[in-house]
């Protein structure tokens, strides 16, 4: 039995206080365990490939800026599904959606205040995470990319696109979603929204 395997027994509660002492196979075991509610979302709502990483992406963000807050671990699989079918609402809306713009004013015709606010919030929250990724190794980068894509692929192929072993896939989950955590992109992003008095998207229980 591997180290990853020995996690596939914990509990969340275990699992989220792993997390949350850096332990990145933990994290690994978390993101392994939830991706498939996040996918299930995704068929669900016939999302293109562009679509479901936005979802994902997200998803995942948000867990990663407010997984410190979470009130009750045994919230988490509830939280992931049910951020993960929000997600997937918006990003139909966004794609059905069409916004001119009144040429005299400038404005968004038929946007509201709170709807910018939103799009602003989420372009910020984009940002971050892609500016996240650019810090981290390629190798990380690449291997979390590919894994939030939809139609998922194996861990086969993944493996043969990176020429990395299959057994090595989660563990280098895990370590890029912890780092991704700790770079100066996310922690700017993260302090900035708690300056600002952002939603607190896991305060649950």
């Known amino acids: 039995m591997d180290n990853q395997d020995a996690y596939r027994d914990q509990d969340v509660t275990a699992l989220v ?5 850096g332990d990145a196979l933990a994290w690994a075991e ?5 991706t498939p509610a996040v996918l299930a979302r995704v068929r669900q709502f016939r999302l293109s490939p562009d679509q479901a990483e936005d979802v994902a992406q997200t998803v995942w963000l948000n867990l990663v800026e407010h997984l410190d807050r979470l009130r009750e671990p045994q919230a988490l699989p509830g939280w992931v599904a049910t951020t993960a079918r929000h997600e997937c609402i918006r990003v139909t809306n ?7 713009v009144d040429p005299q ?5 038929g946007a509201t205040d709170g709807e910018l606010d939103q799009d602003l919030l989420r372009a ?3 940002q971050a995470l892609r500016d996240g990724l650019a810090e981290l190794p390629a190798h990380q980068r690449d291997l979390l990319l590919l894994l939030s894509v939809d139609p998922p692929l194996s861990y086969t ?11 090595s896939i989660g563990p280098t ?3 890029g979603l912890a780092k991704l955590r700790q770079t100066a992109a996310i922690k700017n992003y993260v ?4 300056a600002g008095g952002g939603h607190d998207v896991l305060a649950l229980g």
């Open 17 to 21: 206080a792993g997390a949350l002492g």
């Open 124 to 126: 910020e929250r984009e």
């Open 30 to 34: 978390i993101v392994r365990r939830h």
């Open 173 to 175: 989950r895990g370590r």
């Open 105 to 109: 004013g400038g404005r968004l015709d």
């Open 157 to 167: 192929e993944i493996s043969e696109r990176l020429g990395i072993p299959v057994g």
């Open 94 to 100: 966004a794609g059905r959606r069409t916004t001119p």
């Open 191 to 194: 302090a900035a929204t708690a």
